[in-house]
């Protein structure tokens, strides 16, 4: 029996089986710096290196075990596992597809236990059905497809379907480019076809998703690092504009009114409102060596020192609120007081009656969060887009935010009733 093609399939196999050991290596030393993204990538990268394996198996057995009846057991084995490598890999791929959506929409998809449930499905009737000649029959010489082998087509298929579904029922959040990225896990396969056509007996299948991945790996890669390099480069262009806006000439005139007038009626109120300006001042200043995120018990020391400045200018039209549950994890210099400031700027200010500004922390099991909200006037979007201080520096905070730690930031506001402004800072890999 002639088994050149075998060998290639062998050579092939262990060839991109060492790329595939190289990349997971790779994701093993950068494990820390992981979100789920990624995990659910890595992942992809051992169910693809099982297929690989259960191939290299396969091809071992047909070209060394003699005895038929061994080889057809232990090649119907490596089929199984074959097959269980081949649905992970879609099924992580249904995942990693519906957590890159939720990054890019700030919705959460969940669809795990779903994928789950049709992976085992499909699986246990594939591997059952397998074992009875159903799937695949192996004479020990020659592969024919059972009358069930469709059942591994239509799992497959429903599988990359649902993503599919996905990506076009949000289509509005993901670049086109990017979709194709994401769709080269089903180009990459119908190549692969094509070559089949002409080399019958060639694996294709996990080569093409092996080829895929790093195709996926690589040019996500390449762009992450493009848009951080642009971000940090625009980062350090802005940070004299966010210490301009954050150092306002028209509250450093009323702040140092009102000390002046401390000064006679109240002398050692006056010298604590000093050191708090002093403290203030101070932060502000420091903030342009920030190149780094600072925890949240850092950035509250500053937002107190602000706020007590406000409430010595407001007195009892200002009410402050904390309920600082959680205050380890970072964020970046002075987004907590940007929000802090426009609640009372652009709610409380505006409202003839005063209000109540409420600053809140506490986490989840995927997020920190840190909830600045205000009873003042409100707004709507297009105040936001005619408010060209208020629109650059929540567009400027959502960038900072989004390179310096993946977070996000949601605007809830009503015309009359309040805003209400939260950070989302994801827990995995990036504090």
């Given at each position: 029996m002639d088994h050149t093609i075998d060998y290639v399939n062998l050579g092939i196999a262990a060839f991109l089986l060492a790329i595939m050991c190289i990349k997971l290596f790779g994701d093993i030393h950068l494990r820390k710096a992981s979100n789920k993204e990624r995990l659910q990538f890595t992942k992809m990268l051992v169910a693809?290196?099982?297929?690989?394996?259960?191939?290299?198996?396969?091809?071992?057995?047909?070209?060394?075990i003699k005895n038929d009846m061994l080889l057809i057991f232990l090649s119907t084995v490596a089929y199984a596992v074959y097959f269980v490598g081949f649905y992970m890999l879609l099924g992580f791929y249904s995942v990693y597809v519906t957590y890159y959506i939720s990054r890019m929409s700030g919705k959460k998809l969940k669809i795990r236990v779903f994928i789950l449930f049709l992976v085992i499905s499909y699986l246990v009737m594939l591997v059952f059905y397998l074992f009875r000649g159903g799937v695949i029959s192996f004479d020990g010489n020659n592969f024919e497809k059972g009358p069930l082998y469709f059942i591994g087509q239509v799992g497959g298929y429903s599988l990359l379907f649902l993503t599919f579904i996905y990506m076009v029922v949000?289509?509005?959040?993901?670049?086109?480019?990017?979709?194709?990225?994401?769709?080269s896990i089903v180009f990459f396969p119908l190549i692969g076809v094509i070559i089949r056509s002409f080399v019958p007996d060639l694996e294709v299948l996990p080569y093409s998703f092996c080829l895929s991945?790093?195709?996926?790996?690589?040019?996500?890669?390449?762009?992450?690092?493009?848009?951080?390099l642009e971000q940090e480069d625009k980062i350090s262009?802005?940070?004299?504009?966010?210490?301009?806006?954050?150092?306002?000439?028209?509250?450093?005139?009323?702040?140092?009114?009102?000390?002046?007038?401390l000064c006679e009626k109240d002398p050692e109120k006056a010298q604590e409102?000093?050191?708090?300006?002093?403290?203030?001042?101070?932060?502000?200043?420091?903030?342009?060596?920030?190149?780094?995120?600072?925890?949240?018990?850092?950035?509250?020391?500053?937002?107190?020192?602000?706020?007590?400045?406000?409430?010595?200018?407001?007195?009892?039209?200002?009410?402050?609120?904390?309920?600082?549950?959680?205050?380890?994890?970072?964020?970046?210099?002075?987004?907590?007081q940007l929000l802090v400031e426009n609640a009372v700027k652009h709610g409380i200010h505006k409202k003839e009656e005063g209000g109540?500004?409420?600053?809140?922390?506490?986490?989840?099991?995927?997020?920190?969060?840190?909830?600045?909200?205000?009873?003042?006037?409100?707004?709507?979007?297009?105040?936001?887009?005619?408010?060209?201080?208020?629109?650059?520096?929540?567009?400027?905070?959502?960038?900072?935010?989004?390179?310096?730690?993946?977070?996000?930031?949601?605007?809830?506001?009503?015309?009359?009733?309040?805003?209400?402004?939260?950070?989302?800072?994801?827990?995995?890999?990036?504090?």
């Open positions: 693809n290196s099982i297929m690989l394996l259960a191939v290299i198996l396969g091809k071992i057995f047909v070209c060394t949000y289509r509005q959040y993901l670049k086109l480019n990017n979709i194709l990225r994401l769709l991945l790093i195709f996926m790996d690589n040019t996500f890669q390449y762009e992450q690092e493009r848009l951080i262009r802005d940070r004299i504009k966010i210490l301009l806006s954050q150092i306002r000439p028209h509250f450093l005139y009323n702040v140092l009114n009102s000390i002046y007038v409102a000093i050191g708090r300006f002093a403290d203030y001042l101070r932060g502000n200043l420091d903030s342009l060596e920030k190149a780094e995120c600072i925890t949240l018990q850092k950035e509250m020391d500053h937002v107190t020192n602000y706020l007590s400045l406000e409430k010595m200018r407001f007195r009892e039209k200002l009410t402050i609120k904390y309920d600082i549950k959680d205050e380890r994890f970072l964020l970046p210099a002075l987004s907590v109540i500004v409420r600053v809140e922390s506490f986490s989840d099991e995927d997020y920190y969060y840190v909830v600045v909200e205000d009873n003042g006037v409100g707004f709507d979007s297009e105040e936001i887009k005619n408010s060209d201080g208020l629109h650059i520096g929540l567009d400027n905070l959502r960038e900072r935010l989004l390179t310096m730690c993946k977070g996000l930031l949601i605007i809830e506001s009503t015309k009359g009733v309040g805003t209400k402004s939260t950070i989302k800072i994801p827990k995995v890999g990036y504090n």
